[in-house]
């Protein structure tokens, strides 16, 4: 009975650890669709001192710090080697 009762909180844990993750990768997509669409905006608008070179958009290092976070989060989430 005992190990039943530790399953179900098992099973209730990890379903609440994928929650967590489909609610962080759907906020993950929209923050970054609104970065990218601000740094079109702005750099539509103003291409900066040097027009003829493109630089490196702001938006590209908070999609990779942030999706190294994510990617963490997923590992927790979906991996079996990572059961705490």
Known sequence: MIEEENKT???????????V?????LIYFVMNVIFWTMWYITFKNNPGP????????????????W??????????????YIDK
């Open 9 to 19: 909180t098992k099973v209730k844990k990890l379903e609440r650890r994928r929650n």
């Open 21 to 25: 993750f489909k609610y962080h990768a």
């Open 50 to 65: 040097n027009p003829g070179k493109f630089p490196i958009p702001w938006p590209l290092w908070i999609m990779l710090g």
């Open 67 to 80: 999706g190294i976070v994510l990617y963490i989060n997923y590992a927790r989430a979906y991996k079996k």
